[in-house]
């Protein structure tokens, strides 16, 4: 059984800090890219950031220079460093993993707000 558990949201000020963590469980890690999706209220899905297994990153044009995604390969783990963070990043962010399947996570809730 595959799971993608997410940890790390809440409420922040703007200017504020923020790291997601993902912890799957049920296939092999390395060989998957794992990225951060996030979606808020009457908007579509959107990449946040994405690693692949060899470290190639990528990140949406609205987090370039705030955010940065790592991975821990020995602990099934992938992070998502959140700075600078703005009232328009709230949202539900998704774990996602793409390999010989995809499979996602139950999303966490980043609210950033004074």
């Known amino acids: 059984q595959v799971q993608l558990v997410e940890s790390g949201g809440g409420l922040v000020q703007p200017g504020g800090s923020l790291r997601l963590s993902c912890t799957a469980s049920g296939i092999r890690f390395s060989t998957y890219t794992m990225g951060w999706y996030r979606q808020s209220p009457g908007k579509q899905r959107e990449l946040v950031a994405s690693?692949?297994?060899?470290?190639?990153?990528n990140y949406g044009d609205s987090v370039k220079d705030r955010f940065t995604i790592s991975r821990d390969n020995p602990d099934n783990t992938v992070y998502l460093q959140m700075n600078s963070l703005k009232p328009d990043d709230t949202a539900v962010y998704y774990c996602h993993a793409r390999g010989t399947y995809i499979y996602w996570g139950q999303g966490t809730q980043v609210t950033v707000s004074s």
């Open positions: 690693i692949s297994p060899g470290s190639w990153i």
